[in-house]
């Protein structure tokens, strides 16, 4: 089963709008992260934040996480068409050694020109 | 700086055949994660492989199974391959050890069952 769920599962926008995903979660996590990946291609790594940390920023990227609802959300601005691509969220647990994420089903997000 | 690199990009196969997947990871990385991706939905975990070793597995039969070589590079293998088995699979290759552990992903091979 997956850990993380994105919403919405689809997201169309204008180009120049604000494009905004959630993600949620059910069990305590070191650290949460979001992918992006282009038409069925490898997946991109965007951002990172860590358990201890609410906000995160990166260009137009910025990642909130509130452990105590156990939900995140990326918000990306000022949107471009190449920004069209499905984000996941994936949730991160260290042990023994190895660090797994696990990831939802996405957002695909499509922005028009 | 190669990043990761998999082989071959697409592949058709037949129902009950084996197939062998390639992964390079990236430069200075000594791990080696597999997913399958089925279609419209997210990642799922195979295994991972550290020092030759699987260090981890999924939710996945034996009929998946996996080589990591001295060089870092890793083999995925599905035998008696099934219909459900269509999907992408993604490699991806991380430094262990490394706060946090961030894992690279290559292009991913397109594995259609017929």
């Known amino acids: 089963s997956q850990q993380g769920e994105e919403d919405p599962q689809a997201l169309s926008i204008q180009e120049g709008e604000n494009a905004t995903m959630n993600c949620s979660y059910k069990t305590s996590i070191n650290n949460l992260q979001w992918y992006r990946q282009n038409s069925g291609r490898g997946l991109v790594h965007l951002i990172l934040?860590?358990?201890?940390?609410r906000e995160k920023h990166s260009g137009r990227l910025r990642v909130t996480l509130d452990t105590s609802k156990k939900s995140s959300s990326l918000l990306i601005t000022a949107s471009r068409a190449a920004d069209t691509a499905s984000y996941f969220c994936a949730t991160g647990w260290a042990s023994g050694g190895s660090y797994i994420p696990t990831f939802g089903r996405g957002t695909s997000l499509i922005v028009h020109p | 700086d190669a990043g990761v690199t998999q082989s071959p990009t697409h592949l058709i196969k037949t129902r009950g055949q084996q197939v062998t997947l390639r992964c390079s990871p990236k430069s200075g990385h000594d791990t080696v994660s597999w997913y399958q991706q089925a279609l419209g939905q997210g990642p799922q975990f195979i295994f991972q492989?550290?020092?030759?070793?699987?260090?981890q597995r999924g939710n996945f039969p034996d009929r998946f199974s996996g080589h990591q070589f001295p060089n870092y590079s890793s083999e995925l293998n599905v035998n008696a391959l099934l219909l459900g088995d269509s999907a992408l699979y993604l490699c991806?290759?991380?430094?262990?050890?490394?706060?946090?552990?961030?894992?690279?992903f290559g292009p991913g091979t397109r594995l259609l069952v017929l």
């Open positions: 991806a290759s991380s430094l262990a050890g490394q706060v946090p552990e961030t894992q690279y």
């Open positions: 934040i860590r358990s201890n940390e």
């Open positions: 492989y550290y020092e030759e070793e699987e260090r």
